[in-house]
Structures are given as C-alpha cells and as structure tokens.
C-alpha cells in the first residue's frame, strides 16, 4: 500500500462488514460483483467518455477505495487521492455481428469471473467495445461493498451531466456530496436498546428460516458461474392496473411486490407465516445530504409476515404496509446483531430469500445521456450470498428478476417460480377482492398438467365380481397349479371345485351378498379355499388373524357382526368366543365335500357388492373396518395386468400376512392370469435362506416383498454370492425405503428384472401407484419414489384449500377414481370425513380419498413420498395408528397422559417410542406392567420399543403436545434398569454383548425380554445370525421366541451344541481376546494351538 497515496482510513459499515466476509468466505461465488451493460448506438465521443469517467471517479472517493484486513485488529477501508483511470477500450470492428455476440457473451462471463481483489486501489472496471462506427457495447463492472443500486445511479447521474458538458465544450462542477465516513460516524452514535427490544419481540418464537426445501433440486453442481439468473415482465396493462388499485387505496407497488413473494413463500413451504430478507435505503432522513451520498447504505432485514388464508387482500396488504413502515424506523440495525438476538441457532441463517426493489433515480440520468445516443440494451447482473434474490424493477412495465444459487435450482425451477409469480401479480390485479387463498399461483397449462395430463390413464374393464375371472380362467387352465403350500398343491380345477363345495354349503348356512363371514385360518391351501368360497357365495370375507390379541379379535367379530366364522379345528380356541355358526374347514370337511363342485349362479351378486372387510389402524383406539367392492377388485386386477403383463408371469410368491390387503393382491394376481400361487410359510420370511429355497424351487418370477424382508434377502444373497436373475418382477412396498436400497437392489437382479415400488392403501384397494426405472440411480438419501398413478386411479397433491400445489411442492395426497373403497363399516362421520366429493372429475358422485400422506410432483410427473400429515406411520409394513396406542395406553390406571411418536434416531432404524406421565395417585410406574397390559390389547408390531417417563408433556403454545421436543430415549434405562442382572457366565456375557449391539444398548441383563427392549422379527434373524456364527451351531430361529431372555437363550445354546462343552469353551476364548488388539489376540490363538497340538 502506498501511504502517500492515502487520502483517508475508516472503518467499515456493518453491510460492509458483512459483504467482506461473504465475498472472502465464497471468493469464487460471484456474489456482490456487479455488471452492467448498455448497448450504444449513435455519435459517441470517446474522448468526453474518458474524460467524464476520470471525473466521476476522481469526485466520488467510494471509487477509489480498497479493503484490507490482513494483520489488523479490526478491517479497514482506504480511500485513495488518485487511481488509474480502470477504462480499457476493445475494437472488434473486423467481426462479424454474430461471432461478435459469441465473443461478448464470453467476456461478460470472463469478467464475472475475474472478479476482484478487495484490496486493489478501485472495486471498478470500465471496458468500452466498439462494434461498428457507431456500435458499441459499454460495460461497468464494481463490487457491492462500494456502490449500492441507489449510488450507481447517483454516480450515473454525474458522467451523463459530464459527458454532455464535454460534448458541448463546456466546464461544469458536480455537486459536493455528503461524505461516507459522516455515515458511518452515524450509525456508530445510534442507540441499539431499543432496535433490540423491537427485534426481540419481532422474531419471538422464530427458529429456523423459512424452507426453501420444496424448491430445492439436489446433487447439482456449480461449474462456471454459481448463479442462474431469468426474469419476466408485466404487461403494460396489468401494471398499469396494479398501480392503479394501489394508489386507490394508498399502497406501494413494494408492498404489493413484497406481498405477493410473502404469498409464494407460504404456498412453498405450507407455513402460514414466513420470513424473508427485504432491502432497505439505509439513508437517515437525520442525516444531512444523506440522499446525494455515493456507498453503500443499504441494509437487508428480515421481514416476518403472517398469513390468514381467510384474510382478504387488500386489508391484509394494509397491514403488511405499516409492518413496513414500522421496519423503517430500525433500518439501521446490523443484520449480524438481528440474528444474534432471534432464536435461530448460530450457524443457521434468518432468511434464504431477499427482495430487492429497485427504485433508483436513474431515468434522468439515462434520457439525458440519450439525447445523442441511442441506448439499445440495458442488462445488469448483482447476485448476492443468498440462495434466492429477487430483483423488482418497476416501470412501464414491471419486471422481476430471480438469481439462483446453481447448487440449489435449476433453470426450470427458477422459470416456474417466475410464471408463478406472475400469475400471482396478475390474479391480485384482475381480483383485489379475493381471500389470500383463493389467489392462483399455478398457470393454465400447469394445472391442466397436475389435474388432467397425468391421471389420463383411462382403462376400460368388465363389470364382473372378481371371482367370475378366477372361473375364466379354471376354463382356459384347469389342470395347472393354482396354489402351493409346503408339499400340497391344488390345479385350478381343483381348488375351484373345493371353493364350490364350500360355497354351496355356506349358502345353505344363509350366506349372500353384504354378508361378512369371519375367516380365522392359518397359511395353508385352506386360505385360498376359504377366501373363493365365501366369495362364490355371494358374501364378504373378513380376515381375522389368529395370533392377533383375543380381545382385538373380538372387537372386529363384534363389529363386523360376522354371520359365521370359517376356522380350523385346532384354532377355535384361540379366536373370541363366537356365539355364531362356526365352520371348520378340517373337521367339518367331511360334510362340505357333499356339495356340489358345480360354479354357482350369480343371480343377485353384481359388482357393487361387498368382497371384503378388512380391519386397518383406528385413531380413537379401535380399528375400522375397509369395505371394498368387487368392481374395486376387477379395477385394481386390470390396472396390475397392463402395468406388470401379468400374463407373461409363471409363479407368485404369497407373503403377505392375511390380514392385509396386500394378500388379496398377491391372490387375485396370480389366480385371475393362470399363474401359481406360492403361499410362504411365515417363519421363511425371517429365514432368507429358507426363503431363498423356496423361491428357487418353486421357479418364483414375481413376489411382492416389504423393504425389510426384501433388504433381509439381499444381505443373505451378498454373502452366500446368489442372486435374483431368474425373477421378472419385483415388487417392493407397504412401507418407503430408501435410493440407496433401490440401487442396491439392482446388482442383484436380471437385465430383464423389473423393480417396483408399489404404493397403496386399504382404502384406495391396496395400490395406487407404481415407480420403475431401470438406469436411474437414486440418491442414497432420498426415499424412492411411488411413482405414477395405475389405470383408472387418479392422484391429486392438494393444499388445505384443496387447491393443487405446484411441482415441487408438499402437498397432502388426494385420490380417486375406480379403486376408492364404499368406506368405513359403521362409521358413517369418518367416511364423509375421508371420503370427500372429487370436484375435479365430471363424473355424477365421484370421490377422493384423503390420506393423509405427504408428497410432492417431481418435474417428471412422478410422485415423492414425504411422510404423514397425522398421526400415522408405517412401520416394518405395517400401517400404525399412533393414536390407537396413545388411546391404549391412557387406559392403563397408573398413566395420566401418553404419546407415542415414530423415531428414527437413526438411519433406517425407526421404532415406536412411548411417553408418560405418571398418575400422581399412584406411587411408582412399572414399565414392564405397562407393556403387559398393551401387549393384551395390541398386536406385537405395536408395542413401542421404548418408553420415557416425563413429568410433564411439552406443549406448544395452542396448547398441543411439542413432539418436536420429546427427549430421544437413554437406551440405558428405557425399561429395565431396576431389574438389571449382570451375566453370570462367559456364555450368557457374550449373548448380552450380541443383543446389545444390534439393539444399541449399552447394557442387557439376562432376564430383560428380548422383545420388550424393542425387538422384533427382523432384528431376531440378525441375532440369531451373530449366535450362529459366533458359536458354529446351527441354532433354529424359533429358539429365540421361546427363549427371548439371555438366561434362558443360553440353556438352548448349550442344548443345541455339537459337542458337550464347546459352547462354554467358545465363550471362554471370546472373553479373553476381548479387547485384545489384533496382533495380541492372532498371537494368543496361535499360543492355545500350539499348547494343544502340545498335549496331544
């Protein structure tokens, strides 16, 4: 640095402050480099150019002022008495236009490029391009900590009084500015208590910025330049209305502006209040000559803006004017002293998205400098740290800008954003008088897209009961397998003849249509005869699970007010007390077989009539019972056959649990197109090698699996080096899963394997959409995607207004079409409730069916899954009302309130976790007594794995539950702390050391239940794996069930070993290599080895 050469030193302005950290913590970001361009036509003098440059810069010292930081206690900036004009002159006469367009295309991104080094003598490069003899392009490049947009002008202002003063021969002196410094000197005598107090207040309850998380496109890349930058204007007629209806009712055009991105904000992100950074001025009405002053004085702060969908604009809009207004008087506030007194956490910005409105003085400026040229192009770039900026240019016709960080948009999120910003300007100038809600965001073509466009996927089929396309096929295929279990099979012929006999029968027992008869049966071919039979009959089955809780049981018999109970011999006492007709298939056989093998008329049975009533998750503690038609079924069988050629498959693999609706797909798959049946037996789903057996004996192509069981397959297939080349479809769904899976997934099937994603709902019969893709790799981190909607089912994401979102946007999952179930058997408030009129089809009492489900369109018309909007998970496949467990577990005496919420602290690891508070009458909560007392109410898979007892619940400030806020529960005291028993042997330690690391605790004691410590099925298989691999002992699955305790797991150890004595031995030598590192532990082995070989 030249100290002559140095006119003045101060201190950096809080905006400056900040822009230096931006511009030296992302150096190659562009951010705050300026640029602008004009296209010039006409009689130029280059030499009244130069010379009203090297005015200018020698008038306005904020030219001449470079940074510096280095070695200083604080950064400084230092104003030069003389710099070298920054002018360069380029002649590219002898090109011609195009390549001349080509070539400044290039250098404007050069010089964009190039950016600048804060420390040079001037932040300002002028480059004048001669094209043609009276064809130029002018560029003015600087950096935002010198200029702000308010300044540029000012600056402009004076070269074009300069220029023409010149031009004319003429001496002229610029008018003497305020200087930076009194600025600054300013600001540092303001009082910031009270600017405190009103920022305190402005952003209580603020945490986290408002998402931009809907818009974002990942895995992008910056190369070049990291901006993206496009805009659009106004027609002249919708501003002029715009500025009209604001002068009306005494608004600006900026609140109109800033209130319409407020709008898209809310719309985005589905919040009802947002906050966003906004410009201001900077320059204090207290500050003499503050408005000719040449700087930078802008200050960016954040704006929160509530809305009521309710309100209507224009008072609304009122209200965000004096919010603005009310801003003004703080505008001095340092934006880093701001965040540190909100509640968002250090690290974490307060907004992602600024508006910048751009009402300079520079019209003037521009026509006076015009009067001997003619300006053809004006074009500007100003990016700044933020992932979004929004530039408002106001004029004749308004125009807005948007810049993008590249890593984040892409060029088509960036246009979709603009179209609907307009489309949001236009409706608020052609209906001022609409609720914030009713104002359209979406353009025409867009909402033809999401609403028409990708639901057309009309297909015809025949109005038939389900079972009619079961006999079809018996015609076309009699002696070919219809169903396998174990060693039994049945051809189509015969299973259709023994579904007769028992249909036959049942009729006489009064069986017809609307009747539901409860099927209470274990996996055998006696499901599939059960299931035809009381369909031939006319009636409607219910599945009934033998293992679920008598008393679960007993409510779905009850309200289902089942007329007879189809069973097995052996079963009959394990399901409810049943005062009704009770069929069992094995004993009563004898009796059944008299009947007739014939088909049955289908007299009086139409397509409207019920199939089935199956029993999903209930919120207010009991389950409800899904009606689905028999058209429902026929739909869903022909939208799987033109998705999957069903046809072209040989043998289905049957694993879902009968009592859900996933059964009834793999069943009528596989019967309706000639294929086989292959029904699991259920412990194979937790053995994947006896799995995998099966699926090679029995030649299975197609199998539907839920994500755990399939990823349980993979892992098997890994290590045993198999795979699944022989499947041609492969379906996966019932719960979400994750890219990485997905790709996973893909080295282990056939080139001509089709991976599915399915998705569905009871309610919608069993699937909805599907998603396939055989060369894209997912993210490892993004779940897959449910893809598209079958045929005849159609697929809405709609607002709380029941207003379509746009793509990219989460919105709730609405569908309809010919899949939708009757409703709920007996609760006719929630089948209104769910079951809603479809005001998007023409079709006379079309519906939706609200699911509660969260997604959002990807550009590709595919679907996204998010997650619940309720109350409501999937877990391991099975579909979990929280609030049902919640309602059990509230009944238990010694519990005065509890929530229980889905956590996956971490990854792929989700389970139920419990909170309580204890009832203050009764002296302790036993933990254990809880989970027995829910364990005689709910299935297993609803159990929570763990609990956590709270004093109190948190609660928000509406006075809900905070489940945000609930702790993550200390794994080393969830249940069993006070019952804690150490292992007494090298046996029952390694045990505890296995079970402990697959269920992440720090400790087990050998008395404490497997399941009660969040253990399920799936997580069995892997202890059961680590047992057996541990201990060289071929240890069966089952044992663990029977055993779940460390104390008793270990008597089975030493009970199935091959040897006397070796378990115990094995054990020993564990013990003492623990801890051991690897060379000790390999040097210990080899010494044991050798002090055998010794003895012998």
């Not at 509640?343 to 974490?348: A, V």
């Not at 609030?883 to 238990?892: F, K, T």
């Amino acid at each position: 640095m030249n100290t002559a050469n140095i006119e003045n030193i101060y201190e950096l302005s809080p905006i400056q402050q900040g822009i230096l950290f931006h511009s030296l913590y992302e150096s190659e970001s562009g951010a705050y480099f300026v640029q602008l361009s004009y296209g010039l036509r006409g009689m130029l003098n280059i030499t009244a150019f130069e010379r009203a440059w090297e005015r200018v810069v020698a008038h306005h010292s904020p030219l001449r002022t470079s940074f510096h930081w280095e070695g200083l206690d604080k950064p400084l900036q230092v104003v030069n008495k003389k710099v070298q004009l920054p002018l360069k002159q380029l002649d590219w006469r002898g090109i011609n236009s195009e390549e001349q367009q080509e070539k400044f295309q290039a250098f404007l991104l050069s010089d964009r490029l190039q950016g600048f080094n804060l420390s040079d003598e001037s932040l300002l490069r002028l480059t004048l391009i001669r094209l043609g003899d009276h064809h130029y392009h002018f560029v003015w490049s600087s950096h935002h900590i010198i200029l702000d947009g308010w300044s540029g002008a000012l600056v402009f202002k004076d070269f074009a009084l300069l220029y023409e003063a010149f031009c004319r021969g003429e001496e002229i002196s610029l008018q003497s500015n305020g200087r930076l410094s009194d600025y600054i000197a300013w600001l540092q005598q303001q009082d910031l208590s009270q600017a405190e107090a009103f920022w305190r207040q402005t952003l209580q309850g603020v945490t986290a910025p408002t998402s931009l998380t809907n818009l974002e496109v990942h895995s992008l890349s910056a190369q070049g330049e990291k901006h993206i930058e496009q805009g659009f204007k106004l027609s002249p007629a919708t501003t002029t209305a715009l500025k009209a209806w604001a002068k009306q009712h005494q608004l600006t055009l900026n609140t109109i502006v800033q209130g319409a991105w407020a709008l898209l904000l809310s719309r985005y992100s589905g919040e009802n209040e947002v906050v966003y950074g906004v410009t201001v001025s900077g320059r204090p009405v207290d500050l003499p000559a503050a408005e000719s002053m040449v700087g930078i004085f802008i200050n960016t702060l954040p704006l929160r803006v509530k809305l009521d969908a309710e309100m209507l604009l224009l008072p609304w809009l009122r209200q965000l004017q004096r919010q603005l207004l009310e801003l003004r008087q703080y505008e001095y506030t340092p934006l880093v002293e701001i965040q540190g007194w909100s509640e968002i956490p250090r690290g974490l910005p307060l907004f992602e998205s600024i508006v910048v409105f751009e009402n300079y003085p520079v019209d003037q400026a521009l026509s006076d400098w015009r009067k001997n040229l003619e300006i053809e192009t004006i074009s500007a770039v100003d990016y700044t740290s933020y992932p979004l900026t929004i530039s408002v240019i106001p004029g004749s016709e308004l125009e807005i800008r948007i810049a993008g960080d590249r890593t984040r948009f892409d060029t088509v999120t960036i246009t979709r954003i603009l179209s609907h910003f307009q489309t949001l300007l236009e409706g608020m100038a052609a209906n001022p008088e609409q609720c914030l809600h009713e104002l359209p965001i979406l353009t025409a073509s867009e909402k033809h897209q999401l609403l028409v466009e990708w639901n057309q996927n009309q297909l015809d089929f025949p109005q038939q009961c389900i079972h009619q396309l079961f006999e079809a096929q018996v015609e076309k295929t009699p002696d070919a397998v219809a169903v396998v279990f174990a060693q039994q099979s049945l051809t189509y012929q015969q299973l259709n003849q023994r579904a007769n006999q028992l249909a036959h029968y049942l009729q006489k027992l009064g069986v017809g249509a609307e009747v539901l008869v409860g099927i209470g049966v274990e996996r055998s071919l006696d499901i599939a005869i059960a299931v035809l039979g009381v369909l031939k009959a006319g009636g409607a089955y219910v599945p009934l699970d033998p293992d679920q809780p008598a008393q679960r049981l007993t409510y779905m018999v009850q309200d289902a007010d089942c007329q007879i109970l189809i069973t097995q011999k052996h079963l009959v006492d394990a399901l409810p007390a049943y005062q009704g007709q009770v069929v069992c298939l094995d004993a009563d056989w004898a009796l059944i077989s008299q009947e007739s093998e014939l088909n049955l008329p289908n007299n009086t049975l139409t397509p409207e009539n019920l199939a089935y009533l199956i029993y999903t998750s209930g919120s207010t503690g009991q389950a409800k019972g899904v009606m689905v038609q028999h058209n429902s079924l026929v739909n869903a069988y022909y939208g799987w056959e033109q998705a999957y050629q069903l046809r072209s498959l040989n043998s289905h693999l049957q694993m879902a649990n009968f009592s859900f609706d996933v059964f009834a797909g793999d069943f009528i798959r596989a019967l309706c197109s000639g294929a086989k049946l292959v029904i699991c037996p259920r412990d194979f789903l937790l053995e994947p090698e006896k799995l995998y057996a099966l699926m090679r004996q029995q030649k299975v192509d197609c199998a539907e699996f839920v994500p755990v069981v399939l990823n349980n397959l993979i892992q098997y297939l890994e290590k045993s080096q198999q795979n699944l080349d022989f499947m041609q479809l492969l379906i996966c769904g019932s719960d979400s899963w994750y890219g990485a899976e997905y790709n996973k997934i893909q080295s282990f099937i056939g080139k001509k394997t089709r991976l599915i994603n399915s998705f569905g709902l009871t309610e919608t019969t069993i699937d909805s959409s599907y998603y396939e893709s055989s060369s894209q790799e997912l993210s490892t981190e993004q779940l897959v995607p449910i893809g598209r909607p079958f045929a005849n089912s159609q697929i809405y994401i709609l607002d709380s207004y029941l207003q379509p979102v746009p793509i990219g946007v989460c919105g709730e999952l609405y569908i309809g079409g010919a899949g939708l179930a009757r409703g709920y058997h007996n609760r006719p408030e929630l089948t209104a409730e769910k079951f809603i009129p479809n005001k998007f089809s023409n079709q006379p009492g079309a519906r939706l069916y609200k699911t509660g489900d969260l997604a959002r369109y990807l550009p590709d018309g595919n679907i996204a899954f998010v997650g619940r909007a309720d109350n409501q998970v999937k877990i391991r496949g099975f579909r979990i009302e929280l609030g049902e467990i919640e309602a059990v577990l509230s009944q238990h005496p010694a519990v005065a309130k509890a929530v229980v919420i889905a956590r996956e602290d971490e990854p792929k690891n989700k389970r139920l976790v419990g909170y309580v508070v204890q009832n203050p009458s009764f002296p302790s909560l036993d933990i254990t007594q809880i989970c027995d007392f829910l364990k005689q109410k709910l299935p297993q898979y609803m159990i929570p794995s763990a609990f956590v007892i709270l004093p109190q619940l948190p609660l928000l400030p509406n006075g809900k539950v905070d489940r945000r806020t609930l702790p993550k529960p200390d794994t080393n005291i969830i249940t069993f702390q006070d019952s804690f028993v150490p292992p007494r042997n090298a046996i029952e330690e390694v045990l505890a050391g296995i079970w402990a690391n697959i269920l992440r605790f720090e400790r087990v004691g050998i008395h404490d239940n497997f399941f009660d410590l969040g253990g399920h099925s799936l997580l069995a298989t892997q202890v059961i794996s680590r047992i057996r691999e541990t201990f060289k002992l071929d240890l069966p699955l089952r044992c663990l069930f029977e055993s779940p305790t460390v104390a008793e797991l270990s008597q089975k150890l030493i009970a199935y070993e091959a040897k006397p004595g070796m378990t115990a031995k094995i054990a020993q030598i564990l013990k003492q290599l623990e801890g051991m590192s690897n060379e000790e532990a390999k040097q210990a082995l080899e010494n044991r080895k050798a002090a055998k070989q010794v003895r012998v």
